[in-house]
């Protein structure tokens, strides 16, 4: 079987690697519906067939609990009848007498006791009859109740009963036809019935007879005669003892499944363990379940019998119907595909032709195919793109040149960026043998500034080098005004290794010396405050001024403009910024405002708190040098 599976996988497996399109195409189609379809309807049916066992033994469970309901009242029922025979003095005396009794004395016992016995079984329809035997031969017969015990001497449930000392005897399912009466116009009765026997004696040592109480076995055992096909099985009385096996004989499992009573009483003997509870049975081809519980009779078992082919019949026959169903229909589903891909496909086989000419150095094929649908489209933009490639190619020395000429621009611009950062070198040389410190210290600023955005190896610097780029832009930003620009710089020391994208302060920074600080710095001096705060995700970086601040409305058109609803009064220095955040960290990052009018202005940067190496995705480095 592993070896089948195995050929077969390979088999399918060179399909998808060798074969053409309409073979793998044909092949999905299998696999993707028919297969699903078949593992579903197998799946379907055993849990149809799981539940149709559950309902089953449920049914039998249930069927079980009320046959012994039933037996437990009819049990009850004839046993009070016996207590009433042998505790009715009527009955005791009239057992004890012998042919000289007055008349009187019979009439009154047919007028009393005897109509209380023919009542008791008048009030109990399901009796059949009550019978008393005695040995007193001096005693009349009153049929139908009371008679000789000669009568029954030699069957066996009399000898039975006289064993049992005075216990009760029952005596289940036996024709009612054991009184011998020798008449022409006795007939036989054809009911099974359960009798229950018990010996009389009065007193406790002296025997004066048997009763007996008698009921068809259809109303002691109601389930047990019960015709339903076999829906919920079969019930069993069993004797522990003897091992002795009572059914109705003409049910349909004895009938129809051929179960063999003998085998089955091998196989449960000595499994009856328990007060109640379950086992499985084989005989033949046939599996049952067997539900048993300890009946009201002593000693004797109530069995329900579920065979459990039966009951998954129909559905199993409903799986086959359905499995080869799906599998013609599969089959017929699969040529119709095959056909309809085949004339799909021809218009594609078109295509790989003209492909092939491509090979060959034709880059105009003609191609005659046409339509909305995707091998059009296909088509069409494949014509495109022969005509594209061939404008390409013509223009492939013109762009030669012009890359040329770019790399040749990029080197002199590195050059001349050389040549000024140089030349302002030898420029602050001079200004300090002159002993202009001022003039100096300008220069080198601005030469730290140069350097610092020359060196590109980067996007992302230490907050440090950031810093410090943001200090050498202060010295010459006050160079311009009355009054001073005084850095105040709160950054704890574990944040200045903390690395962020270059050149994300300076807009800031000049955006608070511009926009904040420019009249104020006419009159006095001037504060701008950076510093760092965080929480467990984020990291922000703020830059405020103490300049004349902004009121709520404008801040918002400000922070729309940053968002990304560009706004012309306004520049793109924090835009760009927000927008190389988002860029590089993601869009929950960025740069937000907040203001107080005549008070201060804080820009914000919004970061990840990520302490080491920066790490980002989806940024296309390109699109933002563009």
Known sequence: MKNNIVIFWGKVKQIFISGSLMKKLITMYIFIIGIPIVIFSLYIFSSLSAKAKHDAISRGEYDLSTEYDSIEKNVYIMRNIVNSIKSDSGVIGYLQGDNNQEAKTLIDFRETTYKQLINLQNNNPTIKQINIFTSNSQVSEIWPTFYKENRVAKDGWYEKTIEKNGAEYWNVNHYDNDILVNSTLNEESKDLVVSINKKINYPNDKYLGISRVTMRSKDFFPKMFEKDELKSGQILLIDNENMNIRTDENSLLLRNFDFDKSKFREFIDGKLEHEKGELTYNQGNEDYIIIYEESPIPNNYLLNIIPLNNISQEIKNSKYVVIWGSTFLLLFLSILIYYATKTILKRLYKIISAVKQVRTGDLMPSIDVYGNDEVGVLAHNFRQM????????????????????????????????????????????????????????????????????????????????????????????????????????????????????????????????????????????GYIYISVNIDKKYLYLNVKDDGNGMNIGKVQEIQNHINGNADKRYGLGLKNVSDRIKLFYGKEYGVMIDSKEDHYTQITLKLPNIDGDVQFKNVDKTEWNK
């Open 386 to 525: 022969m005509k594209t490639i061939d404008v390409l190619i013509k223009d492939s020395v013109n762009k030669e040149i012009i890359t040329k000429e770019a790399e040749l621009k990029a080197l002199k611009t590195q050059i001349d960026s050389h040549f000024l950062y140089n030349t302002l070198e030898n420029i602050r040389m001079m200004a300090l043998v002159e002993e202009n410190y001022i003039v100096s210290d300008c220069l080198a600023s601005l030469g730290d500034m140069m350097r610092y955005n020359m060196k590109w190896n980067n996007e992302f610097v230490p907050l440090s080098e950031e810093v410090s780029h943001i200090r050498n832009y202060i010295t010459l930003m006050t160079l311009r005004y009355d009054f001073e620009i005084i850095l105040k710089v709160d950054i704890d020391e574990e944040f200045l290794n903390r690395k962020i994208l270059k050149l994300s302060i300076q807009p800031l920074v000049e955006n608070a010396v511009k926009h904040g600080l420019s009249k104020k710095l006419m009159d006095e001096n």
